[in-house]
């Protein structure tokens, strides 16, 4: 049994996010379409719409896992360069066989999200897509993302922000916290997994807060909600 990582920001929790991914890496696409009811390949095409909006010919997809928003990337805009990084090879593994399978021409490789193996301005587009929150550090991985993007780059994260009042925030908080642990716990082997996965998002900035860190590190900010609030796309544009 893993540990089951702290949550929130400023937080020791890298290798014990690293260990928890690497548990669950063989059905964790399974447990994302069941635990979201499909709804979650929505949000990564809209995500990819705002990501590839001013064609970008370099692209990196930070906290990659087994690649699905890198694979979407590349299929919607298949001139680009795409690179995958992520810090569990056994999630990287699962995205190569699904690219090959594919015949998905993508580079998948381990780096640390907050310490990006690339020099400054090295992509026109950078995207996270339910990852940031694993971050141990919120600050310092805007920071990388806006060191490696090349000025007038985009940065995009989607993720899911803590439920919002009133009634929909409150049933999804119970669906968050009671239902989607069993399942996942059922499915995956791993229910502190799947514990830690609701507590994140509930010690998750609300939106305008993260809207907050991405204009402070210097990025031009917007941000919008995603069926009822359950999910977020925040995008950052680095100056020119």
């Not at 929150?133 to 993720?159: K, T, W």
Request: hydrophobic share 45%; aromatic share 10%.
């Amino acid at each position: 049994m893993t540990k089951r990582p702290a949550v929130g920001d400023k937080q020791d929790k890298g290798s014990d996010v690293q260990a928890m991914f690497a548990s669950i890496a063989p059905r964790y696409d399974l447990l994302n379409r069941v635990l979201s009811l499909g709804v979650d390949r929505g949000w990564r095409r809209a995500a990819a719409h705002e990501a590839l909006a001013l064609k970008p010919a370099r692209v990196l997809d930070v906290a990659t896992g087994t690649a699905d928003f890198a694979l979407e990337l590349k299929t919607r805009a298949p001139e680009a360069q795409v690179i995958g990084s992520d810090f569990v090879p056994q999630m990287l593994a699962i995205g190569r066989e699904k690219a090959a399978a594919r015949h998905i021409d993508i580079r998948l490789e381990e780096g640390d999200a907050l310490n990006l193996p690339y020099p400054d301005g090295s992509f026109d587009s950078i995207t996270c897509a339910f990852g940031f929150r694993n971050f141990a550090d919120y600050a310092r991985g805007l920071a990388e993302f806006h060191r490696v993007l090349a000025p007038g780059g985009r940065a995009v994260i989607l993720e899911f922000p803590p439920p919002r009042p009133g009634l929909l925030g409150s049933l999804f908080r119970v669906y968050f916290q009671h239902v989607l642990p069993r399942i996942g716990g059922l499915i995956s082997g791993n229910a502190s997994a799947y514990t830690y996965l609701p507590e994140s998002v509930l010690a998750f900035p609300e939106p305008e807060r993260l809207a907050q860190l991405m204009r402070a590190t210097g990025f031009r900010t917007r941000y919008r909600l995603l069926t009822f609030g359950i999910a977020a796309i925040h995008v950052g544009d680095k100056l020119p």
